[in-house]
């Protein structure tokens, strides 16, 4: 059971931000197609949705040396 | 969730970063202190320059700056077309649809008027779904007739016989252009499907442009002396405020002024009650005033849906108002206008 609440905890993450990140990623492009000149900062914008995927990731490590 | 939806992040980001390169009020009042030749110099470097050096062989001086705006703005929002997927897509190339009319309207006038092909090209507007080719071709074409059949099997799009006759009867292009612009109104609504807020927005914006068409259509009849049904027959179906009963009150009234003051009730009326001029038969003010108004409407929703169709109609009317406006500033500037009669032909 601990074994499928990590895999559900770290999956369900990953599914979260990779609907956070389709609309930022798309965005991000769209402006650095017309401003090359952002490409930084937009890729901070694309990746902040990925930190959802490191709380999964904790709540998994926790689940298996805490519980 | 992924068939025909549109790639709306992509493209509204695309727009605004387009809509900051804009020129701004500031941008017209320098202007406005120019000569034809620095407006042209400032436009370069304000987004035009690769237009105005593609056809500084060709043309010179206003030509110049005429051809260039219009080329910028075809080459914009065909960027625009081509960044749209989905149903975004569908909606964009329903809105540019009106540049293909355009350039029918302009094509068929340049020839009534025995105009040659150069003269023809100089306001043409390949923003629709008519390239410079296509419309080379239209304009190579001899009669009318051609024009019309090769135009209708460009665009997928026939023209019927009845209105073909109509116009070949009278020889007036009243005919044909007033079915098109009905047309486009038409398939624009059809496509625009009410599926959500920002589409019922679109709608919205659609059917009062559709509002200050026809209000601008009865105005500018009443100036003909065209009044009651003679009148009715030019208005478009479709508007949010003038219907069909509305638009008969309007046309039954005797003068310019009086048709103001019936429109009084509508959205419109504020923005148009300080421009109508009672003593002077020009409209110019009243429509500037409508322009205004349209402009205040894209304004006021551009910013609710960052993700939909708006930010990108929003977008394609600023463009279109800031082409508009340059052009009547340089005009303005090089028939020696005064300022002040030049500013209050911009809308700002």
Do not use: C
Not at chain 1, 6 to 20: C, E, K, P, T, W
Not at chain 2, 51 to 66: P, Q, V
Not at chain 2, 306 to 317: E, T
């Amino acid at each position: 059971m601990i074994a499928i609440g990590a895999g559900l905890a770290v999956g369900l993450a990953g599914i979260g931000s990779g609907l956070g990140e389709k609309d930022a990623a798309a965005a991000a492009i769209g402006a650095i197609t017309e401003d090359p000149s952002v490409f930084g900062r937009a890729l901070i914008f694309v990746v902040l949705p990925e930190t959802i995927v490191i709380f999964g990731l904790v709540i998994a490590i926790m689940a298996f040396f805490v519980l | 969730m992924f068939g025909r939806k549109g790639n709306y992040a992509y493209a509204a980001a695309r727009v605004k970063a387009k809509k900051a390169h804009l020129l701004g009020e500031e941008d017209y009042s320098k202007m406005l202190m120019m000569t034809p030749q620095e407006i042209s110099r400032y436009i370069s470097e304000a987004g035009y320059a690769k237009e105005m050096a593609d056809l500084a062989n060709r043309e010179s001086g206003l030509n110049l700056l005429e051809r260039a705006t219009y080329a910028n703005m075809a080459n914009i929002f065909g960027s625009i077309l081509l960044a749209s997927t989905g149903d975004l897509r569908d909606m964009v190339s329903a809105y540019l649809t009106k540049w293909d009319n355009w350039n029918l309207k302009v094509i068929l006038r340049g020839k009534s008027y025995g105009l040659d092909a150069d003269g023809i090209r100089e306001d043409l507007v390949p923003a629709g779904s008519l390239g410079a080719e296509s419309l080379d071709k239209l304009i190579s074409m001899e009669s009318e007739e051609d024009i019309l059949a090769a135009f209708s099997k460009m665009t997928h799009s026939a023209i019927p016989q009845e209105v073909v006759s109509a116009y070949k009867a009278k020889s007036n292009l009243a005919e044909i252009e007033d079915f098109l612009d009905r047309r486009y109104y038409e398939h624009l609504l059809d496509v625009i499907r009410p599926v959500d807020r920002p589409s019922f927005i679109f709608r919205d914006y659609v059917s009062k442009e559709i509002d200050v068409r026809n209000f601008e259509t009865i105005l500018k009849l009443k100036l003909d002396g065209v009044r009651g049904e003679q009148a009715m027959k030019y208005i478009i179906p479709g508007g949010k405020q003038i219907d069909a009963k509305a638009a008969a009150q309007l046309a039954a009234t005797e003068t310019v002024a009086e048709a103001v003051a019936e429109a009084s009730q509508m959205g419109f009326y504020e923005d148009i009650k300080d421009a109508i001029d009672p003593q002077a038969a020009s409209i110019r003010k009243v429509v500037s005033g409508m322009k205004r108004y349209e402009m205040m409407q894209s304004k006021k929703f551009s910013h609710l849906y960052p993700l939909s169709v708006i930010p990108v109609l929003d977008y394609m009317i600023h463009k279109e108002n800031e082409v508009n406006n340059i052009r009547t500033v340089a005009r303005g500037a090089e028939s020696g206008l005064d300022r002040e009669v030049i500013k209050g032909l911009l809308v700002i």
